[in-house]
């Protein structure tokens, strides 16, 4: 069964903090996402990264940074939060970036930035 | 700008009958259209989809209809279900240029069936 795995549902920090989400594929997908779903705005794209080490900005970059070592793994940083980053995390994976193949997603990490 | 709109918010539809879930798009260049649904606090799953070539797609009680001309697709749930309750999210991926790979969303629906 395919599985995107988030470290954390839930996490609280503080404005100024450095934060990392972290995000596992079990799939061998190729192609990984981050996106951030906020109420009325739905899902936006802040990077995709379609091979190890490679990454792409996606349409709200501002503020984040993210890390590909492994092809399962891509990590999420908020290099310094603020409460506007306060907002719903969610990774997907792909084997494609072509056609219909659908995106799978992973639970979510609900972030709140005090 | 919002490429792919999904412009009323949320539909209420009492079980049994059809929902119909509408999702607008304005770039011509889109090949691909997927359906998510999202329960809270979990993340989006894949519904259903459809390529730009054809102009209907179907699934169980899940059908989708594409009018390219129109650039307008829309979702219908036939018949509806208590369990179906959810945010429904339009997205749309072309496979061609400086977007290949990109889901663009819509803002999502949220279904309401009542028994």
């Known amino acids: 069964d395919v599985k995107v795995t988030q470290s954390s549902r839930y996490l609280v920090k503080r404005t100024g903090e450095k934060v990392f989400l972290e995000c596992v594929q079990d799939?061998?997908?190729?192609?990984m996402f981050w996106y951030r779903q906020d109420p009325g705005l739905g899902l936006r794209l802040i990077y995709f990264s379609y091979d190890v080490k490679m990454k792409e900005k996606g349409d709200i970059p501002e503020g984040y940074s993210v890390s590909r070592e492994k092809k399962e793994r891509f990590s999420l940083i908020l290099e310094s939060a603020s409460t506007n980053q306060t907002s719903m995390y969610l990774c997907?994976?792909?084997?494609?970036?072509?056609?219909?193949?659908?995106?799978?997603f992973g639970q979510g990490t609900r972030l709140t930035v005090v | 700008d919002q490429q792919v709109k999904q412009n009323s918010p949320s539909l209420s539809v009492q079980e049994g009958r059809i929902s119909i879930l509408n999702c607008d798009y304005t770039n011509s260049m889109f090949d691909y259209f997927l359906w998510y649904k999202k329960y809270p606090a979990e993340g989006p799953t894949f519904l259903i989809s459809?390529?730009?070539?054809?102009d209907k797609n179907e699934d169980g009680r899940f059908t989708v209809f594409l009018n390219k001309s129109a650039k307008h697709l829309s979702l219908h749930i036939v018949p509806s279900q208590p369990g179906d309750s959810a945010v429904y999210f339009c997205?749309?991926?072309?496979?061609?240029?400086?977007?290949?790979?990109?889901?663009?969303f819509g803002r999502g629906t949220q279904l309401t069936v009542w028994p």
């Open positions: 799939m061998d997908h190729e192609n």
């Open positions: 459809i390529s730009s070539i054809k």
């Open positions: 997205a749309a991926r072309s496979d061609r240029g400086s977007t290949l790979g990109r889901l663009y």
């Open positions: 997907a994976s792909s084997p494609t970036l072509r056609g219909d193949v659908e995106a799978f």
